[in-house]
């Protein structure tokens, strides 16, 4: 089983302060903290089960700079065989369009089974560039994956759908999958594990060598502007000390009627 | 006349409020750029589906056959590229639902159109269109345009339009063959499966004492589980708690998890992604904990605090235990 898993490099804001750059289409990502997206980390996982499994390679992919390099670090530790970067330093001109057509070309001279993504990126979510490059490679897809095994030759998929139901599928490999979170318990990677992997073959490609038209390299959205969410209302803070807030707290649950 | 798309969304015989939604803001934009609005129902025995969107269109489109029961991406894909390519319609609105976020990607290669995705509004100004977005977890908008094209494909998230009739409309219906067997279909639906039922129903619920991602560690849930039961309140969570296993599916508050109506919803460590707070839309009232004053759950909450759970929750926990010993 050959699978090939397409990952992302993403600022985690959490708990950050974002402000919006000069620009005026992105936000400041100087001061943020990056990592794998949470999404692409169940995916890489599940790939690696599958290996274990049924015996076969693992391949991850990122479009992006040196620095994303780390993503594919990562998957390398967790049980990737290869890594291949497609070097592009800015990737926010990119868009899902551009990306799917990018990752696809690349995937294209590859052997595969599985294609996995995240269902989509913590970033921008935009959650197409899986589908799009099923459609590119004319394979066979399913979406939000939760449960997933392999049966005569074939996956047998479990698609989450709204309210918690689930759609159970069969689907003919080759095929791309995008991996929802919660499918498996992505492995811990420790910084030893990391510098293990470094052994590992990480492969880059220039852009310019995949011989990709400009028309594709044209993306087809165009972020005009990033902005604050407008000014709601919002929540009345209760303030001071924990003390003074539990008491104010206890106010309002004996006024909402939920304590005596 | 110019044309706009809506795909109608339906599961198990029922239409889903999407199709309300995506019905309601098409209408809106029909009467601004004066064109028709055009439903498009694929499915099996659908008249009574169509019976329920027919004074919010001007024409369905029906495609009904016994091998369209199940939803598909790829027939969906087929039917509606030949649709585009027949009408050129210069908007098509796809739910981002489970099945949306398949389909629509798809039919963008497929018919060449552009696609935004996950879009809370759409904006038509001289000429020029722009969808408006959520990133970076909702604590950034943003307005996208769009390169040059014959039309657009834009996916709506839910539960953002009234699911109100919008207009008055008598629709027209028009009904189409499509021949499936030209389409080869690797993928084959089983069943659908529920989630398992557990011994609380958190639906059913007054008081919920919700538990998010900032909670950190597994261990660390006793303190929220100990507020839960202090208050006589059933302890419930956000998403990332069920992935990794914490806590039971059903517990889960949310769009892939339960919609709940309690009279107050506490939300501890929880930052509020809509996908979270579209299942407490029906909560009475909503107390968020959370010490990123940024948090988008301090945009919908009545009431905040902006902190450290770890160290407002057990002095809390301690004062309503004082407090019922006292009374
Ligand atoms: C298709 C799909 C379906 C989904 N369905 C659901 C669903 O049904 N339900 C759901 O919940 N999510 C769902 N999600 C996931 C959703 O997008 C968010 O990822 C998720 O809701 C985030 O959960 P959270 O708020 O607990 O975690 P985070 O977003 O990580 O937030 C944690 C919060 O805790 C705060 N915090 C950290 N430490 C502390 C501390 N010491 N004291 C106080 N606060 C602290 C942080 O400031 C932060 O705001 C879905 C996603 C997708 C793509």
């Known amino acids: 089983m050959d699978i090939i898993v397409c990952a992302k490099n993403v600022p985690d804001v959490a708990e950050a302060d974002l402000n919006i750059s000069d620009k005026g289409t992105d936000i400041d990502k100087e001061d943020l903290v990056f990592g794998i997206n949470d999404w692409d980390n169940y995916a890489i996982e599940e790939a690696v089960l599958l290996k274990e499994k049924y015996g076969g390679t693992v391949t991850a992919i990122t479009v992006g700079n ?17 890594a291949i970067r497609i070097e592009a330093d800015d990737i926010s001109r990119f868009d899902s369009f551009v990306i799917s057509k990018i990752l696809s070309r690349v995937v294209k001279d590859l052997q595969f089974d599985l294609i996995f993504t995240g269902v989509l990126a913590e970033d921008d979510y935009y959650g197409m560039v899986g589908m ?14 939760t449960a997933l095994e392999i049966e005569d030759g074939k996956a047998r998929t479990t698609s989450e759908l709204e309210g918690g139901l689930g759609e159970v599928s069969l689907i003919e490999l080759p095929a791309l999958l ?19 992997a470094a052994k590992k073959e990480l492969k880059t490609i220039e852009l310019p060598d995949l011989g990709i038209s400009d028309e ?12 604050l969410p407008p000014e709601t209302e919002g929540a009345e803070i209760l303030a001071g000390d924990p003390d003074k807030i539990s008491s104010d707290l206890i106010e309002i649950l004996k006024k909402k009627g939920v304590m005596e | 006349m110019s044309e706009l798309f809506v795909i109608v969304e339906h599961r198990l015989g029922e239409i889903r409020d999407i199709t309300f939604e995506m019905l309601w803001k098409a209408g809106e934009l029909a009467e601004t750029l004066s064109s028709n609005l055009t439903a498009i129902l694929i499915g099996h025995e659908v008249n009574s589906i169509a019976e329920k969107i027919s004074d919010r269109a001007d024409k369905i489109i029906i495609f009904d056959d016994e091998g369209l029961k199940n939803f598909n991406a790829d027939i969906y894909k087929e039917i509606i590229s030949r649709l585009i390519e027949e009408s050129k319609p210069t908007l098509t609105l796809i739910g981002n639902t489970s099945w949306g976020m398949e389909l629509a990607p798809c039919l963008s290669i497929r018919a060449g159109l552009p696609l935004a995705t996950d879009c809370i509004d759409i904006i038509s100004k001289n000429g020029n269109l722009i969808a408006q977005r959520q990133m970076y977890s909702g604590k950034i908008f943003a307005n996208v345009s ?8 834009l996916t709506i998230r839910s539960g953002i339009f009234p699911t109100d009739r919008i207009g008055d409309r008598q629709a027209q219906i028009v009904q189409k063959d499509f021949p499936l067997k030209d389409i080869t279909v690797k993928k084959n639906f089983i069943e659908f499966v529920e989630t398992a039922a557990g011994d609380v129903d958190i639906t059913q619920a007054e008081l919920l004492i919700s538990v998010g991602r900032g909670i950190g560690e597994e261990d660390n849930i006793t303190i929220v589980k100990e507020l839960a039961e202090a208050l006589n309140g059933i302890l419930s969570c956000s998403r990332p708690i069920v992935d990794k296993n914490w806590l ?8 892939s998890g339960k919609s709940v109506t309690p009279k107050v919803y506490i939300a501890v460590g929880i930052s509020g992604a809509f996908q979270h707070l579209a299942g407490i839309s029906g909560a009475g009232t909503v107390i968020a904990i959370n010490k990123d004053p940024k948090a988008p ?5 009545d009431y905040g605090i902006v902190g450290d759970l770890f160290k407002i929750v057990p002095v809390l926990k301690d004062k309503i235990l004082e407090v019922k010993k006292g009374g």
């Not at chain 1, 390299?217 to 990033?226: K, Q, V």
């Open chain 2, 297 to 301: 759950i301090f945009r919908t909450a």
């Open chain 2, 146 to 153: 769009f390169a040059e094209s014959d039309g657009y494909i």
């Open chain 1, 132 to 145: 799009m490059m099923a459609e590119e490679l004319n394979i066979n897809h399913a979406n939000m994956i």
């Open chain 2, 248 to 255: 039971p599916k059903y517990l889960q508050v949310g769009t």
């Open chain 1, 178 to 196: 995008t991996i929802q979170t919660g499918i498996n318990e992505p492995r811990y990677v420790s910084i030893l594990g990391i510098r293990k």
């Open chain 1, 66 to 82: 040196e620095d994303d390099e780390e993503v594919l670090r990562r998957c390398l530790a967790m049980g990737a065989d290869r």
């Open chain 1, 216 to 227: 594709e390299l044209s993306p087809r959205t165009i972020i005009e502007e990033a902005f």
